[in-house]
């Protein structure tokens, strides 16, 4: 374990999808570009992306991957996980089902050698709480994302906040997405649902109801009422699926609520799909976002994750750099 | 983009029943079958009832409306899954494929994304 204090840096390998979809680097070849280009240390994967068989691994594939990672000088950081409790969309998975899903995704985080399991919070706190034990014993901490649309005091986040307090341990945290601190709708998702042919008033009608004020209990209000509204209006049914995206990808909660949890923070998510020709990111004002954080006293990872491979084939790497070059500048590193 | 990497550049192949195509999952992780739907092919302009395309991953086949039964079958974010079209492909070296694929990321209850990926292709 590293002895470094304060917000480290680090990447997803989520943000290289384009290349790793598009088959042109394979899993070692991305860690091995993160290394040259120094992105890390802080590696953090996607189970279901870069593992082929997860939830389950292989002794082969895990030997391979720490060694890999001990010779470029990175350090596993977090390993997403899924609550896929819709495996079979007709069937949601009972707690004991998942549970056991759960479960295993922790084993094989242990197994490839990450201090930190991302889940998701359609796992339930019941389901936490008893993971627990297991996260305890195979020492991985479990992060609740608190991604768009839910802020730290939404009633779900607030059920698992609950139960963090009555279990009380080290091993219950948070990750925070910075995308549900954005101040606006990103310009790349609305370039790209252009360039789809979306009608200029559906963009309009999401923009508007995305401005409009948030009701803390009703954190999927928001679509909701789009959907309604662009119903009303006569929108097609088929342009409506990409604008759940805007609601889901992107919500307004203020940079100081994440004071509430900070104790709890396990790992950060540095989201973002844009970043412009002066390095700043349009919609996610890292400038006041950072600052709380070292404010708060966070210790431990953040990975840059850049999320407009959604959007842009334009390669992620350089996106990265320049992520890493707006975090380096706010924290006075550069 | 997901968009732009549905249908693979060189996965158009005539066969004896009609064509195959070379397909990728249109999302960022792999997805079990059941959460995966052939929602609308179209060659030449002209609409193939899917019925009449099988559908193969990890040297299996389904038809297309068989995949929602399948929660055990994953499809890896790297593999390929192939379409076996059961319909004739006119004569001519190259075209237009336009083809829809459905997803329920079963992680996020109600999320149906349709993205539709379009291309002239060569037949290979």
């Given at each position: 374990?590293?002895?470094?204090?304060?917000?480290?840096?680090?990447?997803?390998?989520?943000?290289?999808t384009?290349?790793?979809?598009?088959?042109?680097?394979?899993?070692?070849?991305?860690?091995?570009?993160?290394?040259?280009?120094?992105?890390?240390?802080?590696?953090e994967?996607?189970?279901?992306?870069?593992?082929?068989?997860?939830?389950?691994?292989?002794?082969?594939?895990?030997?391979?991957?720490?060694?890999?990672?001990?010779?470029?000088?990175?350090?596993?950081?977090?390993?997403?996980?899924?609550?896929?409790?819709?495996?079979?969309?007709?069937?949601?998975?009972?707690?004991?089902?998942?549970?056991?899903?759960?479960?295993?995704?922790?084993?094989?985080?242990?197994?490839?050698?990450?201090?930190?399991?991302?889940?998701?919070?359609?796992?339930?706190?019941?389901?936490?709480?008893?993971?627990?034990?297991?996260?305890?014993?195979?020492?991985?901490?479990l992060?609740?994302?608190?991604?768009?649309?839910?802020?730290?005091?939404?009633?779900e986040?607030?059920?698992?906040?609950?139960?963090?307090?009555?279990?009380?341990?080290?091993?219950?945290?948070?990750?925070?997405?910075?995308?549900?601190?954005?101040?606006?709708?990103?310009?790349?998702?609305?370039?790209?649902?252009?360039?789809?042919?979306?009608?200029?008033?559906?963009?309009?009608?999401?923009?508007?109801?995305w401005?409009?004020?948030?009701?803390?209990?009703?954190?999927?209000?928001?679509?909701?009422?789009?959907?309604?509204?662009?119903?009303?209006?006569?929108?097609?049914?088929?342009?409506?699926?990409?604008?759940?995206?805007?609601?889901?990808l992107?919500?307004?909660?203020?940079?100081?609520?994440?004071?509430?949890?900070m104790?709890?923070?396990?790992?950060?998510?540095g989201?973002?799909?844009?970043?412009?020709?002066k390095?700043?990111?349009?919609?996610i004002?890292?400038?006041?976002?950072?600052?709380?954080?070292?404010?708060?006293?966070?210790?431990?990872?953040?990975?840059?994750e850049?999320?407009?491979?959604?959007?842009?084939?334009?390669?992620?790497?350089?996106?990265?750099?320049?992520?890493?070059?707006?975090?380096?500048?706010?924290?006075?590193r550069? | 983009?997901?968009?732009?990497?549905i249908?693979?550049?060189?996965?158009?192949?005539?066969?004896?029943?009609?064509?195959?195509?070379?397909?990728?999952?249109?999302?960022?992780?792999?997805?079990?079958?059941?959460?995966?739907?052939?929602?609308?092919?179209?060659?030449?302009?002209?609409?193939?009832?899917?019925?009449?395309?099988?559908?193969?991953?990890?040297?299996k086949?389904?038809?297309?409306?068989?995949?929602?039964?399948?929660?055990?079958?994953?499809?890896f974010?790297?593999?390929?899954?192939?379409?076996?079209?059961?319909?004739?492909?006119?004569?001519?070296?190259?075209?237009?494929?336009?083809?829809?694929?459905?997803?329920?990321?079963?992680?996020?209850?109600?999320?149906?994304?349709?993205?539709?990926?379009?291309?002239?292709?060569?037949?290979?």
């Open positions: 374990m590293t002895t470094v204090k304060g917000l480290r840096l680090g990447v997803t390998l989520f943000s290289f384009s290349e790793y979809h598009g088959r042109e680097y394979s899993l070692d070849q991305l860690l091995e570009k993160v290394a040259v280009l120094g992105l890390g240390p802080g590696v994967l996607v189970g279901f992306s870069h593992v082929r068989g997860f939830p389950n691994t292989t002794d082969e594939f895990a030997d391979r991957f720490k060694s890999l990672m001990g010779r470029l000088g990175l350090e596993q950081s977090c390993l997403g996980i899924n609550a896929d409790i819709f495996l079979d969309p007709n069937k949601p998975m009972t707690a004991d089902e998942s549970l056991a899903y759960h479960t295993l995704q922790v084993e094989t985080a242990a197994k490839l050698g990450f201090p930190v399991a991302r889940y998701q919070f359609l796992a339930g706190p019941d389901v936490i709480r008893r993971l627990l034990p297991t996260a305890e014993r195979l020492n991985v901490k992060g609740l994302e608190i991604h768009a649309p839910h802020k730290v005091d939404s009633p986040v607030m059920e698992y906040r609950e139960m963090y307090e009555k279990e009380n341990s080290p091993y219950l945290g948070f990750i925070p997405d910075f995308g549900a601190s954005a101040t606006a709708i990103s310009p790349a998702y609305l370039r790209f649902v252009r360039n789809l042919g979306m009608p200029e008033g559906l963009i309009s009608l999401v923009q508007e109801v401005q409009q004020p948030d009701n803390p209990d009703r954190p999927h209000g928001k679509h909701e009422d789009f959907v309604k509204r662009a119903a009303d209006a006569g929108f097609a049914k088929e342009n409506l699926s990409e604008c759940f995206m805007a609601f889901g992107f919500s307004r909660m203020e940079p100081e609520r994440w004071l509430e949890i104790p709890q923070i396990v790992h950060i998510h989201k973002f799909h844009d970043i412009d020709e390095g700043e990111v349009p919609g004002p890292y400038e006041k976002i950072l600052p709380v954080f070292v404010e708060g006293g966070y210790n431990g990872y953040m990975s840059s850049w999320e407009g491979h959604f959007f842009s084939d334009e390669p992620g790497f350089p996106k990265v750099q320049a992520h890493h070059a707006l975090a380096k500048r706010i924290l006075g550069a | 983009m997901f968009v732009t990497r249908l693979t550049n060189d996965g158009l192949r005539r066969t004896a029943a009609g064509f195959d195509l070379d397909i990728r999952v249109p999302w960022y992780r792999s997805l079990p079958l059941s959460t995966v739907e052939i929602a609308e092919l179209t060659v030449d302009g002209e609409t193939i009832d899917t019925k009449l395309i099988a559908f193969e991953v990890n040297g086949t389904f038809t297309t409306g068989d995949l929602i039964n399948h929660p055990e079958e994953w499809w974010v790297l593999d390929s899954a192939y379409l076996h079209v059961n319909h004739p492909l006119k004569p001519g070296a190259g075209h237009d494929v336009a083809l829809t694929v459905g997803i329920r990321p079963p992680y996020i209850p109600g999320f149906h994304r349709l993205t539709e990926c379009k291309k002239r292709l060569a037949v290979n």
